[in-house]
């Protein structure tokens, strides 16, 4: 964590015991991190920052009706990060432009599990079994062998947005799996 995400994090938590100065501060503190990363989002798709205060607005006020979601104990940044890519994504939408977030930029914001969470390597290939072929196939290769969505896309021979459908739709079944195998 950064030494500006942990000075966040203290604001934060004093912000969620009741301290309002430390509140104020919090959002003047991040208020240049939201901006920054909004004009970096807008370039992306050669937009001018125009639109960059109004994501600046609509994250800050996310984040102040959702404040109490963030888990104390996990880093403040991909938080932020999340509400900020997902405020970007919600004003393209506005516009009418379909938004497509590579996903190495949703990769690094996602929280690692915890360690007692963990699944050991028989379980892990028990449950792609349950997958079908092609979303066992892009599973492996993304998550397991590490390769990029583009080097996926090119083995299985399939666009690079098919690869992305497929590994979302087979995250999804494997979390049903996860949850059911607990219950």
Known sequence: MSANEEEWAVLMRAAMAGDEAAYRAF???????IRAAARRNLARYGLGVADGEDVVQD????????RQTWDQD?????????????????LMRRRGRAV???IEDVAASLAAEEAGATLE???????????????????????IEGASVRQTAERLN??????????????????????ERDT
């Open 74 to 90: 996990r880093p403040i940044g991909p938080w932020i990060a999340a509400i900020t890519r997902n405020k970007f994504i919600d």
């Open 100 to 102: 497509q977030v590579p």
């Open 27 to 33: 959002l003047k503190a991040i208020t240049p991190a």
């Open 158 to 179: 399939m666009t690079e947005s098919a690869i992305r459908v497929t590994l979302h739709r087979a995250v999804k079944a494997l979390a049903v799996i996860y949850r």
């Open 121 to 143: 390597g028989y379980e892990v290939g028990r449950m792609l079994e349950n997958l079908n072929e092609k979303q066992r196939m892009v599973v492996r290769s993304l998550a």
């Open 59 to 66: 994250t800050l006020l996310a984040i102040h009706l959702k």
